[in-house]
């Protein structure tokens, strides 16, 4: 079994439009789409697939002056983004895309279970619904591949030996959205849906972005990623989970805590739409806050003046 490691980066493509990009990411390999991610520093291989803005530079100041005044919202519902072609989709047979200017990824999938206990919030569709709320029509390698377009960082899959280590890596928000029988939108965080049993409160952990690991065939060479079996969101720890809780927390049939809480969860068959927000960084989080402001050289100059 192998974590990811660092590959020598594939060679870049020319600037590509959204098209290009989605064409492009389906078709590659695995590994080369991530080294293709992951060349691009602070998240420009999303950039790139945008093309350069073509602002005065009026706007840019304006924009600027709005950026360190205003923390722009990246928990609200993604359905207008859908319309206006703000997001890149990366496989044209999966719905999963990458919001380029909140930084984070956009999933479609659909409600598969309301009751019972939980190894899972979220599988892969065709593998583990009996014990997961939402099943996603995806390839995990697609999801990795969006999560590292928008600056996540994997840290490593849960370790059971020699001793229990959690698994690490960039903290994962999730959120869910969907449209009721009546056409009313609704918004709920992935923990609200999963209630623990032993104290009847919802989940208080947050995801984190572990990565998943590599099998290999000894006979053949094949590598295999291991989160493909269906781990996409789990709740149980799992050495093959693309995301999953940086806490103890056991699969056993016998030692289950977690439950679907079924009054919070809408009908089998439901469409909903999952929105995976990494943390931001500090010195993201200061600049979208305004606290990075630029020096006043007027100031500067009066104080030197009265010297």
Known sequence: MHHFSSTQPAPLPPRLSSQRLASWASAVPFVLLLSFVSAFPDHQAVRAAEGPPHRSIAQRRGSASAASTAEPRRDTDPIGDFKTGRLVRLSPKYDVWVDPRLKRVVMRGEIVLRDGFLELFACLKGTKEHEAIVAVDTEAKIVHAALLAVGAQPGHPVVFRPQYRPASGTTI???????????????????????????????????????????????????????????????????????????????????????????????????????????????????????????????????????
């Open 173 to 307: 928000d999730v959120y869910v959205f969907w449209t009721d029988k009546r056409g009313r939108r609704h918004k709920a965080r992935a923990q609200d849906w999963v209630v623990n049993s032993e104290t009847n409160q919802p989940l208080k952990h947050r995801w984190v972005f572990g990565g998943s690991s590599f099998w290999e065939d000894e006979q053949t060479g094949q590598r295999f990623y291991q989160a493909e079996d269906g781990d996409l969101i789990c709740i149980s720890n799992f050495p093959s989970a693309l995301m999953d809780l940086p806490v103890e927390v056991s699969q056993a049939n016998d030692a289950l805590v977690f439950k679907a809480w079924t009054d919070r969860i809408p009908p089998i068959g439901t469409p909903v739409t999952l929105v995976l927000v990494p943390e931001a960084k500090p010195r993201e989080k200061a600049q979208s806050r305004g606290k990075t402001q630029p020096r006043d050289k007027t100031r500067l100059r009066g104080r030197s003046e009265r010297k």
